[in-house]
């Protein structure tokens, strides 16, 4: 089993800046990528970004040149850095682990955008 667990949240303005995260515990070794999705009120989740084992990247072109996905593999930890956000990224952001065991999901962080 892999437990994940975002943090990072809030309300931020148009325009600025944030940056969630989400610290991976349990069966570290059976990850083979990490990723963030989003899901906005009466929408289907969508995916944000994509990070795999070897450091490869995916973004949808909603987010591409705006948000940034990394980790760090010593904290086992997650990064999504969100930059000139916008009223239309107001969602809740869920952390997603794919492995050998399985697919596992984080209880989500709102992030609001609004002035």
């Known amino acids: 089993q892999v437990r994940l667990v975002e943090s990072g949240g809030g309300l931020v303005q148009p325009g600025g800046s944030q940056r969630l995260s989400c610290a991976a515990s349990g069966s570290i070794v059976s990850i083979k990528g990490m990723g963030w999705y989003r899901q906005a009120p009466g929408k289907q989740r969508e995916m944000v970004a994509i990070i795999s084992n070897g450091g490869s990247t995916t973004y949808p072109s909603s987010v591409k040149g705006r948000f940034t996905i990394s980790r760090d593999n010593a904290k086992n930890t997650v990064y999504l850095q969100m930059n000139n956000l916008k009223p239309e990224d107001t969602a809740v952001y869920y952390c997603?682990?794919?492995?050998?065991?399985?697919?596992?999901w984080g209880q989500g962080t709102q992030v609001t955008v609004s002035s």
């Open positions: 997603y682990a794919v492995g050998t065991l399985g697919s596992y």
